[in-house]
């Protein structure tokens, strides 16, 4: 009987130099990884799989999408971008814009003169297209069957030029914000300082001829100014307010503590204030004027 010699248990013949020859394997796998760029992975990590091979034989598309498997389309049958549209809109039957909202400048002026000349603009040309010159433009156009734009078209413009003159020095800058009331019937003898509240204008007057006109502005309801027919009865230059202590240049006085005199208040602040119960006048050049023409005893007339 034959016998053989055994080895260690769990150890194959020749364990050592086996051991030496697995272990300078590794190393140079290691090593191979290194140099080719690889991260290293922690020691009892999980090797990451290694990224599976294109399935399409196509390469790597660097811009796109982590993930996304873009078809291939061969070169033969790529498709050509579609053309975009060349059909241009109609064109509109009222011609071109000249002017819309947020326009500024003398031809809105001009328009806002003519308008007013033929009664849908009530107030005086500011040279900016606001709401209220919007509003203008659709009352004109729905009069002549134009489209209600609210824009100052071509085909909308020269309707308004046939129907209108060309606008004056005085009707492009007015004197005053609103056209000024038609004078009362007591306002057309004599030096009158004839006063409207419904326009806010007051026209200096003699024997019915209209010499200048401003805008005014008068008391509040809790201290409203007097209306009726008043004369000047004392004229201060430099008056200051006993009762409110505050400045009224230029007052000529009509009737009791109420007068027609220069505001900085209303200068600055314009219709959101209001006097305690005097005639208000913004402009000082214009105040100023009027003092030096009117005399003690001439005739005012207040009316709404």
């Known amino acids: 009987m034959i016998r053989t ?78 053309a975009p549209s060349t059909s241009a809109p109609p064109p509109d039957p009222q011609g071109k814009v000249l002017m819309a909202s947020g326009a500024q400048g003398k031809q809105v002026r001009e328009l806002q003169a003519r308008l007013r000349q033929i009664g849908h603009f009530d107030r005086s040309p500011t040279g900016y297209y606001g709401t209220v010159t919007v509003a203008s433009v659709q009352s004109f156009q729905g009069k002549r069957g134009l489209s209600r734009t609210g824009k100052a078209d071509t085909l909308t413009w020269q309707k308004l030029l046939g129907m209108t003159h060309e606008p004056t020095a005085a009707e492009l800058n007015p004197p005053t914000t609103r056209p000024v009331a038609k004078p009362d019937k007591r306002c057309m003898t004599g030096r009158v300082i004839c006063i409207s509240k419904n326009s806010r204008s007051l026209s200096w007057m003699i024997d019915g001829k209209v010499l200048s006109s401003m805008d005014v502005r008068f008391g509040s309801q809790y201290t409203p100014t007097r209306e009726g027919t008043f004369s000047v009865y004392w004229k201060s230059r430099h008056h200051v307010s006993t009762l409110y202590d505050s400045p009224m240049p230029y007052a000529m006085f009509f009737s009791g503590g109420q007068a027609v ?40 007339v207040v009316y709404g």
Do not use: M
């Not at 219709?271 to 003092?291: M, P, Q």
């Open 5 to 82: 010699r055994r080895t260690g248990r769990g150890h194959a013949p020749g364990g050592s130099k086996g051991a030496a020859a697995t272990a300078a394997a590794v190393a140079v796998l290691a090593l191979t990884a290194v140099t080719a760029g690889c991260e290293p992975q922690a020691a009892g990590s999980t090797p990451s799989a290694p990224a599976p091979a294109p399935t399409s034989g196509r390469p790597t598309e660097d811009d796109a999408e982590p993930g996304a498997d873009k078809p291939t389309t061969p070169p033969s049958a790529s498709a050509e971008p579609s």
């Open 261 to 300: 005199h220069y505001s900085s208040d209303f200068a600055a602040r314009g219709y959101n204030g209001a006097s305690h119960g005097c005639v208000n006048v913004r402009d000082e050049g214009k105040i100023a004027s009027l003092f030096a023409q009117v005399r003690k005893g001439d005739k005012v």
